[in-house]
């Protein structure tokens, strides 16, 4: 049998037996709804073709789809993308209240890992203690799905604590987006490093172009304080609202950001161990 791993091997002389697994990409088709005061509306399609397309071009056939806020919870697209790609997985925006075991354990069976938190787009914070959320996390650490936490860095901190509590692993976006003066000082930043070294958190070393010219900066340190075997790296393709980013590019910052060739697991072994486990192998 072809061994999918090898097949998704980089050809990269870096690190030439390690796939490339970009952990956090979006897909989605003009005519969708879009939410009301959505945080980006972009008036293009990046569809699953063309995505499978810029992953070939760059030696990455692993990804990970991330939900997208302007669509909400309407996971229809990704969903059906997933189901004719074995080498996907995918994040849904879900409701706690509505969503029931039933209907998790079919996500799973389309391709979905975890559940997406894009609460940088919300002005107050749902109570995660809240029995409707106490229940759906329990749900979502029993599957042993993850979450994928979207916030912005001073905000970060008032809601690790009840992730931690409720037992599911925690996927932070773009090294967790800290206040851009205060920087590895934000408080976000310090209750991510304290998350992680508790042993169910992972960053995404992504975004960089987001977050200014101390992006990389910030990566190297977030490594330096807790080592390498919690980060994943993403393009964030295709770049909404920033659309001039090549993804090119957000493999060169890596470079700048990790660059000792012996850490370059993040490209793609972390993830394979995270989003992969049970189905491609470990290793």
């Known amino acids: ?62 990804c990970v789809i991330a939900a997208a806020s302007p669509w909400g919870d309407c996971n229809d697209y990704v969903v059906q993308s997933l189901r004719t790609h074995p080498l996907w997985r995918g994040t849904a925006i879900l409701d706690p209240e509505t969503t029931n075991r039933q209907d998790l354990d079919q996500l799973a069976r389309d391709g979905m890992v975890g559940v997406r938190l894009s609460f940088i ?32 860095g001073p905000r970060i901190a008032q809601v690790l604590p009840a992730l931690e509590e409720s037992g599911v692993k925690v996927v932070i976006d773009h090294i967790g987006r800290p206040d851009p003066v205060l920087r590895e000082r934000c408080s976000g930043f310090q209750a991510v490093v304290r998350s992680i070294e508790k042993g169910r958190t ?45 993804y090119r590019s957000t493999i060169d910052w890596l470079d700048q950001a990790v660059p000792d060739p012996a850490n370059r697991r993040i490209l793609g072994l972390n993830a394979i161990d995270l989003y992969f486990r049970g189905v491609l192998g470990s290793r």
């Open 1 to 62: 049998m072809t061994d999918p791993i090898k097949n998704g091997r980089s050809a990269s002389s870096q690190q030439p037996d390690a796939p490339l697994v970009d952990t956090h990409v979006h897909l989605f088709r003009r005519g969708m709804p879009i939410v009301p005061n959505p945080r980006h509306t972009p008036d293009y399609e990046f569809t699953a073709e063309q995505l499978e397309a810029t992953l070939d071009a760059h030696g990455v056939k692993f």
């Open 121 to 152: 787009t919300e002005s107050q914070l749902p109570d995660l203690r809240s029995w409707a959320w106490r229940r759906f996390l329990w749900r979502l650490a029993d599957m042993d799905w993850h979450v994928h936490l979207h916030l912005d």
């Open 202 to 246: 992972w960053v995404k070393l992504s975004g960089g172009y987001r977050l200014g010219d101390h992006s990389a900066e910030l990566a190297r340190e977030m490594c330096r304080q807790v080592g390498y075997d919690r980060m994943l790296w993403a393009s964030d393709c295709p770049f909404v609202g920033a659309e001039s980013t090549t």
